[in-house]
């Protein structure tokens, strides 16, 4: 048999091999690069940016739970002027596709985010995390308002040519209706998901573990979880859906993909083993052998119900 | 250049009923690592764990191929790894981390270190006596049990000055009691333990106008310079695994760090 | 020090201790009678019940996920008739309280069941599953809509006069939303939380491992975001909460206490050790000693944030 | 009367490469379970390993206080379990479940086992010896290493009729191809393996009206009949914990339940 296809085009971006490194874990795209084999990796999506730099939240900021882990950074970031002249250039010389996240705290802001990034070298995607307050309607996120979702990607989409790609929260009750909505607004794709708000307690000092009190879980622990939602999602729109969530071995991508992910990303457990990407692409290419399948392609949405 | 390296566990020492000396062969570690720097240690099997663990350096010895921890039980991670059996293989990604830094010719060296804080200041003192330096190394504790390594010190003939809470070894009081006597002439600090003290011999250094490289701990996910999990307040958040854990006493603020653990 | 005070009274319900059976994992009550300590255990909240008996889903019913389990049992159940002159008078023999926990497809089936219930001895409160779909509007499910959780609750206190606990579905983008609608409706305490809907799939057969396909997470994995929801419930509403999710050990029967719960459930680690009643009860008395409680309600909120 | 025990590994013995058998320790067990019945299995530390996994008694000698387990290797939980160190304790939560029942005198027991499902009939075997009763035992497997325990069944003075899928021991085929000889004269089946293998020996039974009772495997949450995880359809879903495992297999409707694991 021929070598399987494992490379993935979504929304007109080629990514050579369907790992993906998810926002937050990968910094901004090198620092990895003597423990980690790239060539296992298909695209970078780089720590969510927003206009101006941030101090993010005071520590602790992480905490180990079972099987998962709580993050409360607060999206400490360089700003995307600094982004721009100083991380870009270096992103550019690896020989991936490259996501940039994105954050706001008012429609301008993600709007403003994208008219930059339109005309930056090497940028192939906009993943906008949606899961960000918006001052301007109480704080209220934009992720978790199929109202909102769809204004704010229609927002973006009209600053921008790039292909654009809501990353959705798992916090709502029914995700097709915001998937549905920002579908309409002209996503390119969708990211399914983000973390999952969770806390934990230091019971002798009783102090949260975490100085934000609340923090968002990844990890293992919510696969179920994620994969349910891209199960859901993927039947709900035509887009695209890239699946995310604790994945950590090729059994779990192949989860996503059959739940209807055309590509993942892998995020926590890029920490905890950086072989993870390469284990993880051999295990996809044996399994497509094994299975007969001539590209990862095929086996999207392949789940038999 | 840093690796995920397999390190087989040789040897495991006992230094007091809840902290152990373990020793790993491999080759890549045991020459690569810097005084100062550390490791983020994956447990085989072991129930339930996530995240690696970091670990400081504590000694090495390139021409064995040995590498070694000094291990104090606190939680799941640190008690798993105690237990290991011999001969066990964990995954070490290394070396990590910033490096201290030889003292300037005309200053002494002054090694403060308290309970587990003992940790990096073994390699350190090894590269201080190959470099032909002498260094007084103030030891704290709860109990003598906790003096760790004070006889390996005092073998590479450090100038050894201990301090326990309780009195059983040395000065009774914290290890502070005795920084006052070694700080006189030119003097270069280095500094790990317990926050409270670190941020007693900061103060300390500063009002003296000694110069003071402090290694800290903050909880780590990547120890990458990933996920900005471990960071520490200088005038901005950086991060603990990769703009230290070695850092200048001074850049650090203090008070913006309150209970980090 | 004198021993500590372990019981709690929860709407006007005494539990001798802290630590109550969750619906669906403790059977009719009888079943763990010869390897359960049953003195520790405060109450028992039985299967969930409807009008008549439900075959359930078809199998496979359950799988493992890391540090969780999926269920879709499809509230198999003998129906009310059979429970009251069959289980009841067993559970009556148990020196313990008893929580009957009932679902129904309309809000007339919910009010039917209070309504018979109110005549029977030995039950001490309802607990009510509002995670079942409403079949007249639709299929949403009760759980998920602050309003319609809020009619049912209502319809249900109309028709008896024993203490009434929804249990909030996780599902949710706004928890607190729910918690005040049923609280003002005259819920008397509130059970937080059930599990999380998820999925997960045989990678070689390609088959979900539930013929359900999806199914509700429980276990320690969902713990952190249990903590959290009864952290934001419990600060959003005057009357008591239960905590529920994961709970496998004193810690984290404290955890959910200092979050604000004022008694907690277990489940799932009752299928893993069913000695995890009395360690976990021994271990939060051993804390009171520890920290000089008087009372274990003490604890009740007291995280320090 | 059921406990929750702590058995330690005494012996284990490699049956084939994916297959052992594991003695076990436990005075309470070894002497209270009866044939048919099964135990959840605890492991300890085994990573991520939440759920207990059942297994079915496969031996009992209560003088010796001892119990075993044939254990086939098929993902994390009985991998683990059979790679257990000797010495090594587990938490076995049992006896469990219903039993197979004596045949009445007129039968002749014919025991039908395929792969792992040979498991329950030592013990039933060692009854069947004790009350001076004579049984056929039809072993089958993929190849001749899948017949485990054959040695076994025939030092008890068992009738051991073997068949392979390759053809390396006995007949060449499926175990149903020796069903149509044992089935001669007055007979109770009892039969035990995978899914279609039962299937197929419960049709031949019913045709012929032979008696047979049938030990089913289904995921399963407790064991203790309380999370109706483990079901079989009858008239209605039964609990396989409680009910079962070992069922009449003229009550099971099989066609609800084709991809039970
Ligand atoms: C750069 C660096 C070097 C270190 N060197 C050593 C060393 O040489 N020897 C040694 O024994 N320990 C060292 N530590 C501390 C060690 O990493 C922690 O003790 C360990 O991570 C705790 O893991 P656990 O699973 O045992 O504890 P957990 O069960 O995770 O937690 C137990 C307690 O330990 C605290 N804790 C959690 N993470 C850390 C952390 N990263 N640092 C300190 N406390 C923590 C928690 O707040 C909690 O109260 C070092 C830490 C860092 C950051
Ligand atoms: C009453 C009873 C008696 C049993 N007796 C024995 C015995 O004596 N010896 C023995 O080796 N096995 C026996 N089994 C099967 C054994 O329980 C499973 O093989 C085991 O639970 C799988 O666990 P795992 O972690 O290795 O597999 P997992 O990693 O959980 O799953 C691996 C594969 O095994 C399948 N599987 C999961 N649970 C079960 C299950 N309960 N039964 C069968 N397949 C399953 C899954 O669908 C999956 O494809 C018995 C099962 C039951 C219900
Ligand atoms: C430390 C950390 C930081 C993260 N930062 C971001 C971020 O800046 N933007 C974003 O959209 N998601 C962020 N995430 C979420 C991840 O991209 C991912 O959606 C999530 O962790 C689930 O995947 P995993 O289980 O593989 O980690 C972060 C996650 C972690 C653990
Ligand atoms: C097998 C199983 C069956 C359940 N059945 C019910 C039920 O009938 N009614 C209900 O309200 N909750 C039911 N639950 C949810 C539990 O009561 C509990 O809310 C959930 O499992 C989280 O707690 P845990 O993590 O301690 O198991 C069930 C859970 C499990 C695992
Ligand atoms: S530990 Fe991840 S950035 Fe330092
Ligand atoms: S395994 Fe739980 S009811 Fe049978």
Redesign the interface.
């Known amino acids: 048999m021929t070598k399987p296809d494992l490379s993935v085009t979504i929304a007109g971006i080629h990514f050579r091999t369907p790992l993906i490194a998810a926002s937050?874990?990968?910094?901004y795209g090198t620092?990895?690069l003597?423990?980690v084999d790239y060539s296992a990796i298909g695209g970078i999506v780089v720590?969510g940016l927003y206009l101006e730099p941030r101090?993010?939240c005071?520590?602790?900021?992480?905490?180990?739970t079972?099987?998962?882990?709580l993050?409360a950074?607060g999206l400490?970031e360089v700003g995307i002027e600094k982004f721009v002249t100083e991380k870009m250039p270096r992103l550019c010389e690896l020989d991936t596709s490259v996501l940039v996240n994105i954050c706001g705290s008012s429609l301008e802001e993600y709007a403003e985010l994208a008219r930059i990034l339109d005309d930056v070298d090497g940028v192939s995607g906009i993943e906008m995390n949606i899961s960000c307050p918006n001052v301007h309607e109480g704080g209220i996120l934009f992720g978790c308002d199929p109202n909102m979702a769809a204004r704010v990607t229609e927002a973006v989409k009209k600053k921008t040519s790039l292909p654009v790609i809501p990353k959705l929260s798992p916090n709502v009750t029914d995700i097709t209706a915001v998937a549905r909505e920002v579908e309409a607004a002209g996503a390119d794709a969708l990211s399914v998901m983000n973390t999952i708000p969770a806390m934990a307690i230091d019971v002798e000092?009783r102090?949260p573990r975490l100085?934000n009190i609340i923090g968002g879980l990844s990890?293992?622990a919510i696969r179920p979880i994620a994969v349910r939602l891209v199960y859901q999602t993927a039947n709900a729109v035509q887009i695209p859906v890239i699946g995310i969530g604790g994945i950590a071995s090729h059994e779990d991508a192949l989860e996503f993909l059959l739940a209807g992910a055309s590509a993942v990303q892998i995020g926590?457990m890029?920490?905890?083993?950086?072989?993870v990407w390469r284990k993880t692409l051999d295990g996809l290419e044996d399994y497509c052998r094994r299975h007969a399948v001539a590209a990862i392609s095929e086996l999207t949405g392949a789940v038999e119900t | 250049?840093?690796?995920?390296e397999k390190a087989t566990l040789v040897e495991r020492r006992a230094l007091s009923p809840d902290a152990s000396l373990l020793c790993f062969r491999s080759s890549f570690l045991a020459s690569a690592l810097r005084p100062g720097q550390f490791t983020m240690v994956?447990l085989p099997?072991?129930?339930?764990?996530?995240?690696?663990r970091p670990y400081s350096f504590c000694d090495a010895e390139p021409d064995r191929e040995q590498f070694s921890l000094l291990v104090k039980e606190v939680g799941r991670g640190t008690r798993a790894l105690a237990r290991l059996p011999e001969g066990a293989e964990v995954?070490c990604?290394g070396p990590l981390g910033s490096t201290f830094t030889m003292p300037a010719p005309e200053h002494r060296p002054v090694i403060v270190a308290g309970g587990v804080g003992i940790a990096p200041f073994l390699a350190f003192s090894r590269a201080l006596r190959a470099a032909e330096r002498d260094a007084t190394v103030l030891l704290g504790g709860r109990t003598a049990h906790d003096l760790y390594l004070r006889e390996e010190f005092e073998a590479l003939g450090m100038d050894v000055r201990c301090a326990t809470e309780d009195g059983s070894f040395g000065e009774k009081g914290r290890v502070s009691v005795l920084i006052d006597d070694a700080l006189a002439g030119p003097v270069q600090l280095y500094s790990c333990g317990p926050t409270p003290m670190l941020v007693k011999v900061a103060e300390l250094a500063r009002e003296r106008g000694v110069a003071h490289q402090v290694s800290l701990e903050?909880?780590?996910?990547?120890?990458?310079?990933?996920?900005?999990?471990?960071?520490?307040y200088t005038s901005?958040?950086v991060r603990c695994c990769s703009e230290g854990p070695v850092f200048d006493a001074d850049s650090i603020q203090w008070d913006?760090?309150r209970?980090?653990?």
């Not at chain 1, 937050?24 to 910094?27: E, I, K, L, Q, R």
């Not at chain 1, 005071?58 to 180990?64: F, G, N, T």
């Not at chain 1, 079972?66 to 882990?69: E, R």
């Not at chain 2, 250049?1 to 995920?4: I, L, Q, T």
């Open positions: 937050g874990t990968f910094g620092e990895y003597d423990v720590k101090e993010g005071a520590p602790p900021r992480i905490w180990e079972p099987s998962g882990m993050n950074i400490q000092t102090r100085k990890g293992p926590t890029g920490f905890v083993d950086p072989s | 250049m840093r690796r995920d994956r099997e072991a129930e339930g764990l996530l995240l690696r995954d990604l903050r909880r780590m996910g990547c120890g990458m310079g990933c996920c900005l999990g471990c960071v520490v901005e958040y913006r760090d209970h980090p653990l």
